[in-house]
């Protein structure tokens, strides 16, 4: 199994969790490269060594956070088997078959330090997800202003981004892991403590994929489990072609929208700390032809939505989608 930087981070394919298909490593280079430039421009996914941006969060250990984040609430996610799948909240509720994955607890900073030093073996894993607001602590400002806004700030402007929508706060355990998933906004993720790895799929894989439909609350979601995939129900998960990138600190990944991604944290004998940089897309211009990928996620997504917005019911959708196109197209 190829990997990306294993060996110069310390990694060991012994150490990184196998999977049935073969990746290929990340594209790796200093943000001054205008290769980084052109491949951010073309939505490709990029690792950035030296950016600079999260330089003065780099000391952002537990003890130095208990000290400074304050003593308001966050959000922890609990769950049993390490994995910490996204499911929409609102649309959970309507569907009164549907098994959460994870359970959201809310609890101060310290509380949740406290639960991740006395875990043991057997307990269920915890994961922080909190946006980064205005009720933390002076020195977290003080870093938070020292972000190299520069840079991320004149990316934003180059490619014609909407605004910064907010800066989420990750901090999970060892071993924690986030399914392969695709989010609608452009990412610049920002490792700050320990090591991540994340394979990315492009847009084209969607149909390998086999995203959940959008009304189910696991909308943006694969239906495939890596570590047991079942190749009868979806058989074209076997032609999928990740790239593979080992994010350490200091370091930033670009996650283009609509790129799918699986996220690991890696076994350091600690936790794992990130910062997502999460930018509207740039406004919808000329259509071109042929479809980009994204373009086509896009309007797939779109065409759904309001088909089973029409029908009103969710069991109709895949039959009548069906009847739509068999014997017609196929």
């Known amino acids: 199994m190829a990997t990306n ?9 012994s150490q990184l969790r196998k999977y049935s298909f073969q990746t290929k490593p990340i594209s790796r280079m200093s943000h001054k490269d205008p290769e980084a430039d052109r491949l951010i421009a073309n939505g490709q996914p990029v690792l950035l060594t030296d950016t600079k941006l999260v330089s003065t969060a780099l000391h952002w250990d537990l003890e130095y956070l208990v000290g400074n984040l304050g003593d308001g609430q966050f959000s922890v996610y609990e769950s049993k088997d390490q994995k910490f799948m996204y499911f929409d909240e609102k649309k959970a509720k309507e569907m009164k078959s549907f098994e959460h994955p994870t359970r959201r607890i809310e609890m101060k900073f310290k509380d949740f330090v406290e639960k991740i030093k006395n875990h043991k073996p057997g307990d269920k894993k915890i994961y922080l997800q909190q946006t980064l607001n205005d009720d933390v602590g002076k ?3 003080i870093d938070f202003l020292g972000f190299n806004w520069t840079w ?13 929508t907010s800066n989420l706060l990750l ?64 058989p074209r998960f076997k032609e999928v072609e990740p790239i593979e990138a080992v994010v350490g600190p200091g370091e930033v990944l670009y996650i283009p929208m609509y790129w799918w991604h699986h ?37 797939m997504r779109n065409i ?10 969710h069991e109709e959708v895949g039959p009548f989608m069906k009847a739509m196109v068999l014997g017609r197209y196929s």
């Not at 320990?194 to 959940?212: A, N, S």
């Open 5 to 13: 930087g294993s060996e110069k981070c310390g990694w060991s394919a």
């Open 139 to 141: 020195r977290i400002v």
């Open 152 to 164: 991320v700030t004149e990316q934003q402007k180059k490619n014609g981004w909407g605004q910064l």
């Open 171 to 234: 901090i999970g355990q060892e071993g924690n892991v986030t399914p392969v998933h695709y989010d609608e906004q452009e990412n610049f993720f920002a490792q700050v403590q320990g090591y991540k790895r994340i394979l990315l799929f492009p847009p084209d894989h969607f149909e390998m994929l086999y995203p959940y439909p959008v009304h189910h609350p696991h909308d943006r979601q694969s239906q495939v489990d890596f570590d047991n995939p079942d190749l009868e129900k979806f």
């Open 263 to 299: 996220v690991e944290s890696l076994q350091n004998g600690g936790q794992t700390t990130s910062i997502n940089f999460w930018y509207k897309s740039a406004p919808t211009g000329k259509i071109e032809y042929p479809l980009k990928p994204q373009q086509k996620v896009a309007m």
């Open 304 to 313: 759904e939505k309001m088909i089973t917005e029409a029908l009103n019911n």
